[in-house]
């Protein structure tokens, strides 16, 4: 229990800065409206055949009991007229008929209109969250963002289908009720709805405290999700380090937490439905006993009594289902304002409305006094001032923290410089369009990302639009060729995420496969051989002088080995260039760099 409590407690700590925190703010009809506003492209073809069946199937309800107790008690059955009331009862009938068709159309129409709805909701933010800058997930995990995807747009789903038109359905049912309850009897309509503005009050204080709930539930789905999507990916380090009890308690607790805070919600919503009730008995009594009264005193006739009688019975249940779909409403707000949190979410780095085209680019880069930092407090470049000509090879070495990634993140424009400007061809990257910068610049990581599928379309992902004799000859020039012949299924074998069937040095071939089909004008290669063994780090030796003929190429390593032949070498430390120029003019100098080699040197002789 103990233990339990300590990872509470250190659960709690790491989400301290977490982004998923509980909004607090009023109900916000503008919001609701906004999340309506994806039901506009559907307003001249499904929204109006779902309204049209829906009013048709309330003024059958609301004109139902209106022919049963006014016209076929006080007048058919008063005066004896047999005839008349077979007709009344065949028309009766007939309406009912009508109204099974109506909600038939209005159910089909609806489910139809929310699919539709959810689907483009889900499409929008996917898209959006695709264009997003590198910092927007530096901040959030990946199973925060997930839970935004799947699980709070799913929680709209049953708004969508049933929740909006019930409220219309609801809302025109009970202001038809009310309107013929006064005209049917104005004292006792008064008398049986005292009770309403004390169940409006109550409703009222309850609802922040209900919102609030779901917002909560919303939060703690998030944080188990991000936790479960981190077990599974580091269950190979969970498990090597033996942490499996530590991990296991870890979610436990936040398991625990997501079961109290849906608990607790569930519990609140939970008041409507018996409180609703409770209203109906009070509605009941009274309608009892001064309609007894009222019919002694010849104040109202029998029909006009059980017409009250119906529409009283018909009157609570509406406002039940309002409640529940006040709930709904609760829901869609937590989920709406997490959704829109990211909807609204703009990019740091984005496209201006007047960027310029890039054309096909020669690969000269220039930076320009070009200072970058992540925060206010982490300064990561201090005015740069670097050249890379055209179809140089350029290597970037330092110390982790010097520097490196982030020159190569300001080149491919995954960030701006927060001053100074960084250039291709002599156009600053922020008056071109996005775009044409990254289609023409390929990054091949330390950590190889393989997506769930084929062989082929994994190296295809490079050039949606290659041959198959083309991906097969990106595969041969790069030596993947040689493992690939050799699987079961060849080109067409499955892989899984992260391609765990396959070593570090295949993916990584499979990486440079991908790359030379993309046929880039800049190369950045980012520890891109460090997880490759010696033998296949001589293929991927070999393949680089292909790939990059022609091309500049920045190489960010940590063996110092694999870059002796760069033409250019560009020594960093703190944010700071400490010296530049060739392997053997760096040596001689005998700086930084010839310390670095000869520390790495002496190293690899242990």
């Not at 809302?171 to 309403?196: E, T």
């Not at 990257?429 to 990054?443: A, K, T, W, Y």
């Not at 940590?558 to 960093?572: G, Q, Y």
Request: aromatic share 8%.
């Amino acid at each position: 229990m103990e233990n339990l409590q300590y990872n509470k407690k250190r659960h709690t700590n790491r989400f301290h800065y977490s982004q998923d925190q509980v909004m607090e703010k009023p109900f916000d009809w503008a919001q609701i409206r906004r999340l309506l506003g994806f039901m506009k492209p559907y307003s001249k073809t499904l929204l109006p055949g779902s309204i049209v069946t829906m009013l048709l199937s309330t003024i059958i309800r609301l004109l139902i009991p209106i022919l049963i107790g006014k016209v076929a008690i006080d007048m058919a059955i008063a005066s004896g007229d047999i005839r008349f009331l077979i007709y009344l009862v065949a028309g009766i009938g007939g309406l009912y008929v009508l109204n099974y068709a109506a909600n038939i159309l209005r159910i089909k129409w609806v489910n139809i209109l929310g699919q539709h709805v959810i689907y483009d909701l889900r499409k929008t933010l996917f898209r959006h969250i695709q264009h997003l800058s590198h910092r927007f997930f530096d901040t959030r995990s990946a199973g925060s963002i997930l839970v935004r995807v799947l699980n709070d747009i799913n929680s709209l789903q049953e708004l969508f289908t049933n929740g909006i038109i019930n409220l219309l359905t609801d809302s025109v049912m009970l202001i038809g009720i009310i309107g013929i309850l006064f005209f049917l009897s104005p004292q006792l309509a008064i008398a049986v709805l005292v009770i309403l503005p004390f169940m409006f009050f109550i409703s009222t204080k309850l609802r922040q405290s209900i919102r609030r709930s779901w917002q909560q539930v919303r939060m703690q789905k998030s944080r188990m999700n991000s936790h479960l999507n981190e077990a599974i990916q580091g269950i190979r380090v969970t498990q090597s380090y033996a942490q499996e009890p530590e991990n296991t308690d870890y979610f436990e607790a936040l398991n625990r937490d997501n079961y109290e805070s849906e608990r607790i919600a569930t519990k609140k919503s939970a008041y409507f439905g018996p409180f609703v009730e409770m209203s109906n008995a009070i509605g009941t009594v009274i309608l009892i006993a001064y309609g007894a009264h009222l019919i002694l005193t010849d104040q109202i006739e029998i029909g006009t009594f059980v017409t009250f009688a119906f529409f009283l019975g018909m009157f609570w249940e509406p406002i039940s289902r309002l409640g529940q779909i006040y709930n709904q409403l609760l829901v869609a707000m937590a989920s709406s304002e997490r959704i829109f949190e990211f909807l609204d979410e703009e990019p740091n780095v984005e496209t201006r409305k007047d960027a310029k085209p890039l054309p096909r680019i020669t690969g000269d880069i220039r930076f320009e006094k070009v200072v970058f930092a992540y925060n206010q407090d982490r300064i990561a470049l201090h005015e740069i001032d670097l050249h890379m000509k055209a179809g140089q090879t350029v290597a970037l070495v330092g110390h982790t923290g010097s520097g490196k990634s982030t020159i190569a993140n300001l080149i491919s424009r995954f960030y701006d410089p927060t001053s100074g400007s960084v250039q291709i061809d002599g156009e600053d990257l922020r008056d071109v369009r996005l775009q044409d910068v990254r289609e023409q610049i390929s990054v091949v990581l330390q950590d190889t990302f393989i997506f769930s599928g084929t062989i082929m379309e994994n190296i295809r992902f490079g050039n949606p639009e290659a041959t198959d004799e083309q991906v097969m000859d990106a595969a041969r020039i790069v030596g993947a060729d040689d493992f690939i012949s050799r699987l079961a299924d060849g080109y067409e074998t499955e892989v899984e995420e992260r391609g765990n069937i396959l070593s570090a040095g295949e993916r990584q071939l499979l990486s440079f496969a991908r790359t030379m089909l993309a046929d880039p004008r800049i190369i950045i290669l980012d520890e891109a051989t460090a997880s490759i063994d010696t033998e296949t780090e001589l293929k991927i030796q070999h393949a680089l002088k292909t790939l990059l003929q022609g091309r500049t190429a920045i190489m960010i390593a940590h063996r110092l080995s694999t870059i002796r032949e760069a033409d250019n070498i560009i020594v960093l430390e703190q944010g700071c260039i400490l010296e530049q120029g060739s392997h053997e003019s760096l040596m001689d100098r005998k700086g930084k760099y010839y310390e670095l080699v000869k520390t790495q040197f002496q190293s690899d002789e242990k």
